[in-house]
């Protein structure tokens, strides 16, 4: 049986206030044409298929087209629900759907496999939508982290396959050990701080296929991340683009090989003083990618988002990140506007503040000079 391993669609998520829609459309459609090409049998998608539990009515629709196009190109479709997911949302389209695609988001049908037979007879699929501890305390006693839920899910899938005997793909929703995130992009799966599933906890299947980090990651042959299908963060912009394309045989795990998927548009990440930024004739080829700018200058430039653009039309994000940060003296603002005596200390307490320690320039101080004694003039003559 050949499987393709995919998650963490994330419909309809915007990058930086971005659509995403078309150039997800765009990648799945790719995704597609090589489930026809490489004659895949099963398609997992493990989670996070929206990136709202409230989608818009245009996200319902890239997510129908996708899975009517897999399933027109020949293989079966096997659905969970992850943290962004609504499940119950999710669910209820299952009804709608034709029939090979198959959207799991019980927690009571953990231990209930979907079975579907090759050559070498029965593979049991078990979804494991994303499992909330708060939400299943009183199904599952003494379970209060997603470690916890986790092992429950599994012991009930192991004991099911201990009957049942054959092959298995498990597939669930969860932040593994071992795994390297990407900063400020997928939420913490937490109950009371970060909550990290063991890897043991996965054994006794031939193929356990993991969504919720966005990059591909291999924890052992048989345990896997496919990461997204696109780049949501400029943290991602190194992270290939792919799924897992897995073979069983009639002994179980085979071969896994690594698809890649195009990418619409790059991302790139440029750092340096701002003027060489606009000017540097070795930043040309990023005139058609997404661009995040560091500008290092001491201080902040004015606009610096709209003069980016003027260059790279497609600059969505701007970063002031001075090449040196000045210590200051510890003091809050508050402190320093109290400990003001004249009006020039507190304009130097409110300089100082926001330019990371730097207050006033010799040509600044000239023209702060010039105001504040023009304002005493007009008060004495008022």
């Known amino acids: 049986m050949r ?95 034709r029939d090979g695609i198959h959207v799991l988001t019980d927690p009571d049908a953990v231990g209930t496999p979907l079975t579907i037979d090759d050559a070498h007879g029965p593979v049991h699929f078990y979804g494991i939508p994303y499992l909330e501890p708060a939400l299943l305390r009183h199904r599952w006693e003494g379970v209060r982290t997603q470690a916890a839920v986790l092992g429950r899910a599994m012991d009930l899938v192991r004991a099911d396959l201990a009957e049942r005997g054959g092959r298995s793909v498990a597939i669930a929703h969860c932040f593994a050990a071992g795994v390297e995130p990407t900063p400020h992009l997928e939420r913490d799966i937490q109950q009371g701080g970060l909550d990290v599933v063991p890897l043991s906890t996965f054994d006794g299947v031939d193929y356990m296929a993991l969504g919720h980090i966005h990059g591909r990651q291999r924890l052992a042959d048989h345990v896997r991340y496919a990461g997204a299908p696109l780049h949501y963060s400029f943290g991602e912009g190194d992270k290939p683009r792919g799924s897992w394309l897995v073979d069983l045989d009639a002994d179980g795990l085979s071969t896994v090989e690594w698809l890649a998927l195009p990418v619409p ?8 003083p701002f003027a060489d930024i606009l000017a540097d004739e070795a930043h040309a080829d990023a005139a058609d990618a997404w661009v995040c700018v560091e500008y290092t200058d001491d201080l902040p430039e004015a606009d610096p988002l709209r003069r980016l653009q003027q260059r790279f039309p497609f600059c969505a994000k701007v970063v002031h990140a001075p090449a040196v940060v000045r210590q200051g003296d510890r003091q809050s603002y508050v402190e320093r506007v109290r400990a003001a005596r004249t009006d020039r200390e507190l304009v130097e307490a409110f300089l100082s503040h926001v330019r990371e320690g730097q207050g006033a320039t010799e040509r600044e101080a000239e023209i702060l000079e010039d105001v504040l004694d023009e304002r005493v003039r007009q008060e004495a003559l008022a």
């Open 3 to 97: 499987i393709l391993h995919t998650s963490d669609w994330h419909i309809g998520r915007t990058f930086h206030g971005h659509s995403t829609l078309d150039a997800l459309r765009g990648v799945l459609d790719e995704l597609t044409a090589q489930v026809r090409a490489h004659d895949v049998d099963v398609v997992i998608v493990a989670g996070d298929v929206f990136d709202s539990a409230t989608p818009a009515a245009a996200c319902y629709t890239l997510l129908s087209d996708a899975l009517r196009g897999i399933a027109d190109a020949g293989a079966r479709v096997v659905v969970t629900s992850g943290n962004h997911d609504s499940a119950a949302r999710l669910g209820f389209q299952a009804g709608l759907l």
């Open 265 to 272: 548009r790059r991302l790139v990440t440029l750092r340096g």
